[in-house]
């Protein structure tokens, strides 16, 4: 698996942050990879150097079709993964991976499911939150307060940016860009103010 640089640095901004990270967002155009960078970090949450014993992963998506996306990357990469049978147990019915060494469950919630609720979640990865019309949404309200249990809790968001400043992802972007807050990174690519559509 071949990184780009950017996904690289978002990595590296998150992992190697000395203050901790405990909200990370990169926002980045289409038909960049963003799936594939939501795959590794749960797969190292999973079966890899991150897991930790008895946690609850997820990723989550508005739709049961983007949730099922990062659900599926994760089972390829594992099938292409000779040194980790054996390590996990897919539970294709429900969506679900479950790390065996340390017990560590992942799944791929939607918002039309009714799953998450009474959930202990350690990491969660919003995946498309652009998707979200409005400053506020019910579903990713009880992401953020599945994680009340852990000190070292993970949000993350990967998506396109939202159509409207006055969107969800729009005003997590404006915060964490204001508020100069250490242990939030955000990474976000777009064309400069004003530049001609045509401009490379």
């Given at each position: 698996?071949?990184?780009?640089?950017?996904?690289?640095?978002?990595?590296?901004?998150?992992?190697?942050?000395?203050?901790?990270?405990?909200?990370?967002?990169?926002?980045?155009?289409?038909?960049?990879?963003?799936?594939?960078?939501?795959?590794?970090?749960?797969?190292?949450?999973?079966?890899?150097?991150?897991?930790?014993?008895?946690?609850?992963?997820?990723?989550?998506?508005?739709s049961?079709?983007?949730?099922?996306?990062?659900?599926?990357?994760?089972?390829?990469?594992?099938?292409?993964?000779?040194?980790?049978?054996?390590?996990?147990?897919?539970?294709?019915?429900?969506?679900?991976?479950?790390?065996?060494?340390?017990?560590?469950?992942?799944?791929a919630?939607?918002?039309?499911?009714?799953?998450?609720?009474?959930?202990?979640?350690?990491?969660?990865i919003?995946d498309?939150?652009?998707?979200?019309?409005?400053?506020?949404?019910?579903?990713?309200?009880?992401?953020?307060?599945?994680?009340?249990?852990y000190e070292?809790?993970?949000?993350?968001?990967?998506?396109t940016?939202?159509?409207?400043?006055?969107?969800?992802?729009?005003?997590?972007?404006?915060?964490?860009?204001?508020?100069?807050?250490?242990?939030?990174?955000?990474?976000?690519?777009?064309?400069?103010?004003?530049?001609?559509?045509?401009?490379?």
């Amino acid at each position: 698996l071949r990184l780009s640089v950017f996904q690289r640095a978002f990595i590296i901004a998150i992992f190697d942050n000395p203050h901790g990270t405990r909200k990370a967002i990169l926002s980045v155009a289409r038909r960049n990879g963003k799936t594939a960078i939501v795959g590794v970090i749960l797969l190292a949450f999973l079966v890899g150097p991150l897991a930790v014993k008895n946690s609850q992963l997820a990723s989550a998506a508005m739709s049961r079709d983007q949730a099922a996306l990062v659900f599926r990357l994760m089972v390829k990469m594992l099938m292409q993964s000779p040194e980790l049978e054996g390590t996990y147990r897919i539970v294709p019915s429900s969506k679900r991976i479950i790390g065996i060494a340390k017990n560590v469950e992942f799944e791929a919630m939607s918002s039309d499911s009714k799953t998450g609720h009474g959930r202990s979640l350690l990491v969660v990865i919003l995946d498309e939150a652009g998707q979200i019309v409005g400053p506020h949404n019910e579903f990713v309200a009880m992401l953020q307060s599945s994680q009340g249990s852990y000190e070292n809790a993970l949000f993350l968001t990967i998506s396109t940016q939202a159509p409207s400043d006055a969107d969800l992802l729009s005003i997590w972007i404006d915060d964490a860009m204001r508020s100069g807050e250490p242990s939030i990174v955000c990474h976000v690519y777009e064309a400069a103010p004003g530049c001609a559509l045509t401009d490379k």
